[in-house]
């Protein structure tokens, strides 16, 4: 058996020392090709941040908007609610994705797959629409639950509470159940899935207890994705926009995010004091990378070996499988079920949380949203975006994965923080950014307002986690397998897509999946880059919600999350049928691991 978590061993006697690395070209070009993609809006937003002119006059470089931004105490105020907000929900939603990545991929629970599903639903429901959904449950005065709770208890005091979204808790729990467990249970799960059952079982006919070979063997092993999970998620924290400013803003609770959103929407808008703040959070994403490497590189990880794998899931007992199925289910329904049966129910409204108005119930808004013309148009944007973007991301993250992972670049450690580096920036900065840089060209025509600059956008926006996906999947598989496909005469290419691919499937999927998911949901990256004709549906969306059709914005909420639960089946669907064909009947099940 493969050693695990073992230092890299002496070389044989008689071996030649390895020769140290040396800066070649080709290193050199891949770290200029990652650093154009993420070093020129950072630059430009660094950049501009020292313009003190005001719009439309000539540039003026100076530190006032660095004086000014550090010098208003709503930028400490804000720089605090975000770390009180950010800390509990990733400590929280960790511990709770892994029970419940564990329970799905490692255990015989009822129904683990339509678990999985139901957290890819959660998912890509769009935040702004599960927030609306909760809304319509918790609202302190006409919320759903808060009525039947004062009706069947008593509880509450002048036809208030005893819940409130609109709060400090209101706010985690709606990151929660929206993003935060769905997204690192998602991340989770084929980690989970890839480690060889044989490595516990060695530990616990060794005399090691449960606890000792959870301690020692499976977190261990697990901690590359839990650790880029758990920095990921706090990203996900650092970059949150929407919940925060329904939710946060009506409270005085205001993060970063709306705080820069506040400024850019001001009048005059204040674009340099705004891209000061960005910027400061710039050292903080760039440290998180280093630190993450740090943790992982003297370490390995590797679990899916040429040698024997067993992924025989452990037994929770007859009793014990039906009690922790139960309690997976009641979250599921309480986290997921109770909000989208909310949306659904909020696009019928004739007017948004009022039950009690005589004909409360229509179908107006659905009639209104499928003959609105920028509907008809919304979509086939979204649709062309979710494509180029998906196909484009898979190939750049898996080339910037596979150098970080497996290549021997001088540069390699270079190319991994720059593809860090857009995590740091809001993407409403990222926009704003790339907005410069699409101006200053002579391709502004085809970049700006057109879904070819809003794909780049995109791609780059969501480089963190997708590089993330790719380099966690190549990290615990051995590099012996595509060695062994090099040495019987496949190339490069063949390799990777006879041999790696189908390990890397899952991983694959679920990375092109989140690409597909961002493209077609994100809003701030692309609230300032797009136009009239190339506006998505989360734009579309984003117009609904603050121009108070609040049962438009459910209706189109539901169509989005359709589209992109859809398209994740048909991605498993397809990425299992590839899995079968090309994997011999005795180890299907395990490839599909």
Do not use: C
């Not at 697990?222 to 949150?240: E, R």
């Not at 690409?515 to 969306?541: E, K, M, W, Y």
């Amino acid at each position: 058996m493969t050693a695990v978590l073992n230092r890299p061993a002496p070389p044989a006697a008689g071996t030649p020392p390895r020769r140290p690395r040396r800066l070649s070209w080709r290193a050199l070009l891949a770290l200029a090709a990652v650093a154009a993609v993420t070093l020129v809006p950072i630059t430009l937003l660094l950049l501009n941040s020292l313009n003190v002119a005001a719009p439309g006059q000539p540039t003026s470089y100076g530190l006032d908007n660095w004086r000014t931004a550090f010098a208003d105490p709503t930028l400490r105020d804000a720089a605090w609610n975000t770390v009180r907000l950010a800390v509990p929900r990733v400590l929280i939603g960790l511990v709770v994705a892994t029970v419940l990545s564990w329970l799905i991929a490692r255990t015989d629970l009822p129904g683990a797959r339509a678990v999985e599903v139901a957290f890819w639903f959660a998912f890509f429901i769009p935040s702004l629409s599960m927030t609306l959904g909760w809304i319509l449950l918790l609202d302190p005065a006409t919320g759903a639950v808060n009525q039947v709770l004062r009706a069947a208890f008593g509880v509450g005091a002048d036809g208030q509470g005893p819940l409130n979204i609109y709060s400090y808790w209101g706010i985690i729990w709606s990151h929660l159940s929206a993003t935060t467990v769905p997204i690192m249970t998602i991340l989770l799960i084929p980690g989970f899935r890839r480690m060889n059952a044989g490595l516990e079982e060695a530990a616990l006919l060794s005399g090691a207890s449960r606890w000792q070979t959870a301690a020692r063997i499976t977190v261990p092993i697990m901690l590359p994705t839990m650790l880029g999970a758990g920095l990921l998620a706090f990203i996900y924290s650092l970059k949150a926009f929407e919940i925060e400013l329904l939710l946060g803003t009506p409270i005085g609770i205001n993060v970063y995010s709306t705080q820069i959103y506040e400024w850019i929407r001001g009048n005059p808008p204040e674009y340099g004091i705004a891209t000061a703040l960005g910027a400061v959070f710039i050292p903080v994403l760039v440290l998180l990378a280093v630190l993450q490497r740090l943790a992982v590189r003297r370490r390995n990880y590797v679990t899916v070996t040429g040698h024997s794998f067993n992924d025989e899931p452990v037994r929770l007992g007859r009793a014990g499988r039906w009690v922790a199925g139960g309690l997976v289910w009641l979250y599921v329904l309480i986290t997921t079920v109770l909000p989208v049966a909310a949306i659904i129910t909020g696009s019928f409204m004739r007017r948004f949380g009022f039950f009690d108005i005589r004909e409360p119930f229509t179908t107006r808004q659905w009639h209104t949203l499928f003959n609105d013309n920028l509907f008809l148009s919304a979509i086939g944007n979204s649709l062309l975006l979710g494509l180029i973007a998906t196909v484009l991301g898979i190939a750049v993250y898996f080339a910037v994965g596979y150098a970080i992972v497996r290549s021997r670049l001088a540069t390699r450690g270079g190319i991994d923080v720059m593809a860090w580096l857009p995590a740091a920036i809001p993407g409403i900065l990222l926009g704003l950014g790339l907005l410069w840089l699409y101006l200053a060209t002579p391709l502004r025509t085809v970049l700006y307002g057109n879904v070819l600059g809003l794909t780049i956008a995109v791609v780059i926006s969501h480089m963190s986690t997708g590089t993330q996906q790719i380099k966690a999947a190549l990290m615990q598989v051995n590099p012996d397998h595509e060695h062994a496909a090099r040495l019987a005469g496949a190339g490069f290419l063949r390799a990777n897509r006879h041999v790696m691919l189908p390990l890397l499937g899952p991983s694959v999927a679920a990375a092109g999946i989140l690409t597909f998911h961002s493209a077609v949901g994100d809003i701030s990256t692309v609230v300032l880059l797009s136009s009239q004709n190339s506006r998505p549906l989360s734009i579309l969306l984003l117009e609904y919600s603050t121009s108070g059709a609040l049962e438009q914005a459910s209706a189109l909420g539901v169509v989005i999350s359709v589209l992109t639960v859809s398209v994740a089946l048909v991605a498993r669907a397809l990425t299992s049928g590839r899995l079968r064909r090309r994997t011999p009947p005795a180890d299907r099940k395990k490839a599909q691991s």
